[in-house]
């Protein structure tokens, strides 16, 4: 009860609340003043949005679950986010510039008002991908074991046999071995096969 409560103040605040939704006539490029876009400076004072930090943060404090949690599910409510452009990568991690998500006020009250149920489609949906990982692994399983009884495995022939599976396929370049299923070289290839 006590948290339903919480997320009824959260949709009875953002349910009512107006935001930009077209932010394209303010231009791109960096704001005059911070090394962030212009859209992104628009959408941080914008009272209709949140960063996607804030509202992890009003969320986690409304339900009493932890942050990676909550993240999750507001992902899974909202995959395809609102971001701009503001500040710096560093060097290590590519360099350029970051990228900050925005929820507006509709994904707000959207993820408050389903919040419940949006757990329990979250929690099926990574049971059944678990559940297709695990068939996955097994039909692998299984392959190999038939391969394993029924075949022979030949290591970088540069001629395949007459019947034959093809698991891999490469090339000795210059700086060693190389998977060549998507490249195309003058160059010989090897093959391994069952």
């Given at each position: 009860?006590?948290?339903?409560n919480?997320?009824?103040?959260?949709?009875?605040?953002?349910?009512?609340?107006?935001?930009?939704?077209?932010?394209?006539?303010?231009?791109?490029?960096?704001?005059?003043?911070?090394?962030?876009s212009?859209?992104?400076?628009?959408?941080?004072?914008?009272?209709?949005?949140?960063?996607?930090?804030?509202?992890?943060?009003?969320?986690?404090?409304?339900?009493?679950?932890?942050?990676?949690?909550?993240?999750?599910?507001?992902?899974?409510?909202v995959?395809?986010?609102?971001?701009?452009?503001?500040?710096?990568?560093?060097?290590?991690?590519?360099?350029?510039?970051?990228?900050?998500y925005?929820?507006?006020?509709?994904?707000i009250?959207?993820?408050?008002?389903?919040?419940?149920?949006?757990?329990?489609?979250?929690q099926?949906?990574?049971?059944?991908?678990?559940?297709?990982?695990?068939?996955?692994?097994?039909?692998?399983?299984?392959?190999?074991?038939?391969?394993?009884?029924?075949?022979?495995?030949?290591?970088?022939?540069?001629?395949?046999?007459?019947?034959?599976?093809?698991?891999?396929?490469?090339?000795?370049?210059?700086?060693?071995?190389?998977?060549?299923?998507?490249?195309?070289?003058?160059?010989?290839?090897?093959?391994?096969?069952?």
């Open positions: 009860m006590k948290n339903s919480k997320l009824e103040a959260i949709c009875n605040k953002y349910c009512s609340v107006n935001h930009n939704e077209n932010n394209f006539e303010i231009g791109g490029g960096l704001d005059g003043v911070k090394f962030a212009r859209r992104h400076e628009d959408a941080k004072y914008d009272e209709g949005k949140l960063t996607l930090g804030q509202a992890t943060q009003l969320f986690k404090k409304a339900t009493g679950l932890e942050t990676d949690t909550v993240r999750e599910v507001i992902e899974f409510a995959p395809n986010m609102e971001w701009h452009h503001a500040g710096k990568l560093p060097k290590q991690y590519g360099g350029g510039m970051k990228k900050t925005f929820l507006n006020a509709k994904e009250c959207h993820v408050a008002t389903n919040w419940n149920n949006l757990v329990q489609q979250l099926e949906s990574q049971l059944s991908a678990q559940l297709a990982a695990e068939n996955k692994q097994n039909i692998e399983q299984k392959k190999l074991e038939f391969l394993t009884q029924n075949a022979t495995r030949v290591q970088r022939v540069s001629s395949r046999p007459l019947f034959f599976y093809q698991t891999a396929q490469e090339m000795n370049g210059k700086y060693g071995w190389f998977d060549s299923s998507t490249k195309s070289y003058n160059m010989t290839e090897y093959y391994f096969v069952w």
